[in-house]
């Protein structure tokens, strides 16, 4: 059974950095299209980093390029999400899931970005 538990988020004034964590179980994330998600309140969930599987390639959503990198430690069966230069326009719930997929969503984390 495919789980995900994410954390690491929490309070940052704005330019601040937060990294995440996605402890998978149930997949080995190295064999699989990985991705970070967010959903602010009263907005629909949108993506915010893919990575493909075996870390080849990366991309992101326009409004955090330059700012967010995604990566996995397939030894701890993890992905990352190192976020700088946040903004309050950041604040949301972060979630990730294998790429593409609709379910085992995890409870995600919140992050809030704030002076």
């Known amino acids: 059974q495919v789980h995900f538990v994410e954390s690491g988020g929490g309070l940052v004034q704005p330019g601040g950095s937060l990294r995440l964590s996605c402890a998978a179980s149930g997949l080995a994330v190295r064999s699989y299209n990985m991705a970070w998600y967010r959903q602010a309140p009263g907005n629909q969930r949108e993506l915010v980093a893919a990575?493909?599987?075996?870390?080849?390639?990366?991309n992101y959503a326009n409004s955090v390029k330059g700012r967010f990198t995604i990566s996995t430690d397939n030894a701890k069966n993890t992905v990352y999400l190192q976020m700088n230069s946040l903004k309050p326009e950041d604040t949301a719930a972060y979630y990730c899931n294998i790429r593409w997929s609709n379910s085992n969503w995890g409870q995600g984390t919140l992050v809030t970005v704030s002076s």
């Open positions: 990575i493909t599987s075996g870390g080849v390639s990366t």
